[in-house]
């Protein structure tokens, strides 16, 4: 059985949608379609925040241009689709959820606020038209389907914007709405993004949050497979805007992809393949517009695993925070100190570096938490910082770069041809971190050499072996 699920540019248009019910035909036909999880059409989601923004301050006239850009999206879409009775009845669907959103928009303007249940229940009405356009398309076009809200099935706890799915009752939901579906041939066609609390109030899960509700439903109706349609041939080696030599990856493990994900590629939500890891499914990215392409494919690790490394991502700009001690607090103290403030003000750390002997360390975080790490941690070290047990906090916008492969685990020699590749370049080295499971060394360097250090460390341990890959032999098992 097989899970699948379309991001917003797979239904991107009416044309979109049509190759979509192509896909999901041929697959029906020699395997089962547990589910379709579906995103919103392209740019939807996006257009419902400024709308709700634009509402918030007031501006009319500005939420009233975004709601006739989402209805003649959608309606032009049906339209283009249907005819008859059916484009009546799929018309009116669609336009009493954005007649629920226009009144939401309405309640904010009076209220010149945007509280967070409210903003779940307006940026969610996106999944809502698309799954209702998908499931009546493939529907009429002879693959007998239903729109699944997934309000009443993917339960989750009442955070909301980044809503945590609770696990049981999540499964049992799904299965009873899936299942009985299934019995009769018919597919659920699901809301990604979306949820609800125990009490049916709206919620989401976080933006680009649909990848995660699939691996939910995967997990939930023990999918076989899930597989991911996007817009590109699978996850590349590097950046293409970085590396004109990027390949496609013909496999990466669970470990590999998160770190990848953990790291900014944009390859996953990070939260996707959680779900996944306890009945090992994997997950097999696929381009809608050329489907015939393998993808990549996501798993377990297996004896056959290839060497070395196998992809290079960056993530620009973050800040790197460094605390030195002059005489004050010790290495361990400073450490928990700092971790405790940081937890506290749900501040993410993408990576840490420490010197034991000088009592100093450095914390890589996303840019847009920096002020708040920063903050936290002045209040925290308030006495020493006056004092002058501490030197002032530095703050430094820098760029992180990570080498992933599970291959480079016990391969001596890795580093020292990371490091000299960047050392060639001239390009200096501002923070390195090696996590234990070896299989991803990342490290810090300034912003403007960003390009430079990803495109040396691809031509160092990844390029070599796409010179093979771009020879005919190797496209055409990439593209398999
Ligand atoms: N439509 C949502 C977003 O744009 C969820 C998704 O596409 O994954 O964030
Ligand atoms: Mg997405």
Request: with cysteine; hydrophobic share 45%.
């Amino acid at each position: 059985m097989l899970v699948m699920k379309f991001g917003g540019t797979s239904v991107g248009d009416a044309k979109c949608f049509a190759i979509v019910k192509d896909i999901v035909a041929r697959a029906a036909r020699d395997q089962t379609v547990g589910a379709v999880v579906v995103s919103a059409m392209s740019t939807v989601t996006e257009t419902l925040l400024s709308a709700a923004r634009l509402a918030c301050a007031g501006d009319q006239k500005g939420v009233e241009e975004k709601l006739q850009y989402l209805e003649q999206k959608h309606l032009g879409t049906i339209d283009a689709l249907f005819s008859g009775a059916r484009r009546d009845a799929v018309r009116a669907k669609v336009l009493d959820v954005l007649g629920e959103f226009r009144r939401i928009c309405g309640g904010m303007a009076l209220l010149s606020e945007m509280p967070r249940r409210s903003m779940d229940a307006g940026v969610s009405v996106g999944e809502r038209m698309s799954s209702i356009i998908l499931a009546n398309y493939m529907d009429e076009q002879g693959i007998p389907a239903e729109a699944v809200d997934a309000v009443n099935c993917v339960i989750t706890d009442d955070n909301f914007c980044n809503a945590k799915p609770l696990t049981d009752l999540t499964r049992d939901a799904l299965r009873n709405v899936a299942l009985p579906l299934i019995e009769k041939k018919r597919i659920a066609v699901i809301t990604g993004f979306l949820g609800g609390t125990r009490d049916g109030i709206r919620t989401t899960l976080g933006r680009g949050g649909s990848d995660y509700s699939a691996a939910i439903v995967a997990d939930a109706l023990e999918a076989d497979e899930l597989w991911i349609w996007t817009d590109v041939d699978g996850v590349l080696s590097a950046d293409p805007k970085m590396v004109g030599e990027a390949a496609i990856l013909d496999e990466l493990t669970y470990e590999e992809a998160s770190e990848l994900s953990h790291f900014g590629a944009k390859v996953l939500h990070h939260k996707t393949l959680r779900p996944l890891l306890n009945r090992t499914i994997p997950v097999y990215i696929k381009n809608t517009f050329a489907p015939e392409k393998r993808g990549t494919r996501i798993g377990p690790p297996h004896a056959g695993i290839q060497q070395g490394a196998k992809s290079v991502t960056s993530m620009t700009p973050v800040t790197l925070l460094t605390v030195r001690s002059i005489g004050g607090p010790g290495t361990t103290e400073l450490l928990a100190r700092t971790f405790a403030a940081l937890d506290h003000s749900q501040v993410e750390i993408l990576m840490v570096t420490q010197s034991s002997y000088q009592d100093s360390f450095s914390l890589l975080v996303p840019q847009n938490m920096a002020e708040r790490a920063s903050a936290a941690l002045e209040n925290a070290f308030r006495l020493e910082l006056n004092h002058n047990y501490l030197e002032p906090l530095t703050a430094q916008h820098v760029t992180a770069i990570a080498l992933i492969g599970e291959g480079m685990r016990g391969i001596p020699g890795v580093a020292a041809r990371l490091f000299g590749s960047l050392a060639k370049e001239r390009i200096n080295i501002i923070a390195i971190a090696q996590g234990s499971s070896e299989s991803n060394i990342s490290l810090v360097v300034s912003v403007e050499d960003r390009g430079a250090a990803v495109r040396a460390i691809h031509r160092e341990f990844i390029s070599p072996a796409e010179a093979e890959a771009s020879s005919p032999q190797r496209t055409q098992r990439a593209q398999r």
